[in-house]
């Protein structure tokens, strides 16, 4: 038979109660039967005869049980005192310990919440132990994560599968308003169609291509080495302050994070700056002024700076994918606005990642 946690708790603590007790029994009992032979026989001076009458020698013997039940109670007192006492603080710690034991597993799941994060939802609570509230906590937990992990990753496949399937429409488009505005025949208004067509086909797959990158971002570090990520900067005619910053990494996925913000901030802005230190990688643009409130909601898929969604070259995507790169790395991206108006994105890369 398998004892839940909260009967295992019960049981101990109860004879942790009936041990105390038994134990300051044991005190009470060798203190009381502990003869004190000096404060139970009266005081009467040696070699000297008393002569007493009968009457004061039964009052005598009265004083005499009076003071040595008087003596007996308070070191019942004291021993009781002293013994309640050590057993407080003896049962005190002991129940920390059993307690500390007992709930153990968790800590277990607290620090495995603690660590969760999209790119480590494969990560698993040890299961082991009795049947008992702890492993099916454990064992809830599990369950719970290998939920997350399959929604994310139908999230991340849908993506990018739509993504794969609406290029192949998008290349067929291409090649008919091509052909159809390089035909001999092709009528002046079909031409101009078709030269109107192609930026409408170019943001069309730009926007494909942003999806496959943040897809791809999401699937999380695949391949660590040292990697300089001031050496990834491709900026013409940004302002670069570059110092050595060697990030262990994915080189592919950093890579794709450095040229996304780089574009970003073109994109938005007409000068960009692009500075990196020993730990960390800042570009600014100039541009409109973003209240700070839409600030945290930018890293969010499809979310602009600017309100005006039809006249932007952007595709929303930038730094979503820019964002994934960094949760894949532990670092962190914060967004602050630059007085006159632009942002500063800057990625934080935290000590374990240095090398």
Partial sequence: MRLTARTRLTLLFSALIAFSGAVLAVIVIVLAFTPNRANAEPKIPANKVVVMEKSQIDQLGVDIKAQARTELLDRLMLGAGIGIGVLTVGSAG???LLAGRVLRPVHVVSGTARRLSQQ??????????PQDEMRELAETFNDMLARLQRSFDAQSHFAANAAHELRGPMTTQRTLVEVAACAPDAPPPLRE????????????????????????????????????????????????????????????????????????????????????TS?????????EVVPAERLATLTEPFRRGSQDRLNSNGTGLGLAIVNAVVRAHNASLELTPRPGGGIRATVRFPAGTMR
């Fill in 193 to 276: 169609l078709a030269s109107s067509l192609g930026p409408v086909l170019d943001r069309q797959e730009r926007l494909v291509n942003g999806l496959l990158e943040l897809a791809w971002s999401e699937h999380g570090v695949t391949k660590v080495e040292p990697v300089r990520v001031d050496s990834l900067v491709r900026a013409p005619g940004a302002s670069l302050s570059l110092q050595p910053l060697t990030v262990r990494g994915d080189p592919t996925l950093l890579d794709l994070m450095v040229d996304n913000l780089v574009r970003n901030a073109f994109t938005h802005g007409r000068e960009v700056w692009v500075s990196t």
């Fill in 94 to 96: 002991l129940g920390w």
């Fill in 120 to 129: 480590n939802l494969h990560e698993r609570i040890p299961v082991s132990g």
């Fill in 279 to 287: 730990d960390s990688l800042c570009v600014e643009n100039t541009g």
